[in-house]
């Protein structure tokens, strides 16, 4: 079965820390796209990034950074040099092809920035 | 901001009730999908449609049903409403059924 998991509940940071977001993903598939949302106080999901299961590359993103790696299933975040303007809720998301594009969530990681 | 809204952004309504939410896709996306969010929880996929038809349903009960219309926007009905059924209830739309889902800003219903 398919399985999202973000242990990380709440991760407390101060301005400028680097900060890192940890994925695990489940999936019998071979072919499958992972996601990263960003839910702000406002509710809305944010779209970050989606990655499909053949493209191992790492990607940067101004201060954004992602780091994908089927050997350990895993697909982590990570924010260099935070702001306060980070502070939400992040959210790890799996879809399968076989499932349709039904995204499987984790139960995110609330980041907080103090300044 | 995706272009995806949702109406309304608040409800209240009390047990045994129904309740409509809408939603208007992106430009150009034909493909609509519901989401669940529980207080504290990640979004729980409800439904999606592709050009009118449904195309995948999550563990949610018949009491949940969905409508496209042919431009697209969607419709999401519950009926018999639950304390349980409080939620942030989340719309996103693709441009294929395959493409990334971009979400509206949700609607908060609460359930008394």
């Known amino acids: 079965a398919q399985k999202v998991t973000q242990a990380q509940t709440e991760i407390s940071v101060v301005e400028k820390e680097d900060v890192t977001l940890d994925c695990v993903y489940e999936?019998?598939?071979?072919?499958?796209?992972l996601f990263w949302y960003k839910q702000p106080p406002s509710g809305e999901l944010v779209f970050l990034i989606r990655?499909?299961?053949?493209?191992?590359q790492n990607e940067i993103s101004g201060r954004y950074s992602w780091n994908f790696q089927k050997s350990t299933s895993s697909f982590n975040f990570t924010i260099t040099a935070s702001q306060v303007v980070d502070s939400a809720v992040y959210f790890c998301?799996?879809?399968?092809?076989?499932?349709?594009?039904?995204?499987?969530f984790g139960k995110g990681t609330t980041l907080s920035v103090s300044s | 901001e995706t272009g995806v809204t949702q109406s309304p952004t608040h409800l209240i309504k009390t047990r045994g009730q129904q309740v409509t939410l809408r939603c208007s896709s992106q430009?150009?996306?034909?493909?609509v999908s519901w989401y669940q969010q529980a207080l504290g929880q990640g979004p729980q996929f409800i439904f999606q449609?592709?050009?009118?038809?449904?195309?995948g349903r999550g563990n949610f009960p018949p009491r949940f049903s969905g409508l496209q219309f042919p431009n697209y926007s969607s419709e999401l009905n519950v009926n018999a409403l639950e304390l349980d059924d409080s939620a942030l209830y989340l719309c996103?739309?693709?441009?294929?059924?395959?493409?990334?889902?971009?979400f509206g800003p949700g609607t908060r219903l609460l359930v008394l």
């Open positions: 430009s150009g996306h034909n493909t």
């Open positions: 999936t019998r598939d071979t072919t499958y796209y």
């Open positions: 996103a739309s693709s441009f294929e059924i395959q493409e990334t889902q971009y």
């Open positions: 990655r499909n299961s053949f493209d191992e």
């Open positions: 998301a799996l879809s399968e092809n076989q499932a349709g594009t039904a995204l499987i």
């Open positions: 449609y592709y050009r009118e038809e449904e195309n």
